[in-house]
């Protein structure tokens, strides 16, 4: 796991981003329509971003898998 994470958020946007660590990366559509997942050169998965994050809550969790 990363030492040290970085998270934004955009209330009008609605979307958020999480960062594992600084680099050069690129965005990457998973299952799920609402997350991407930024990964490096070499595929390896360094962030994600959620878009309409705030229509996910208790009773409806996102649950997705990010894998390589």
Known sequence: MA?????????EADY???QFCQGSGYMKETSNDAVME???EQGNIIGFSILGVSQFNKAKPLEIDLIR
């Open 38 to 40: 930024r990964v490096d």
């Open 16 to 18: 958020l981003e999480v």
């Open 3 to 11: 030492d040290n994470i970085k998270v934004w958020f955009d209330a």
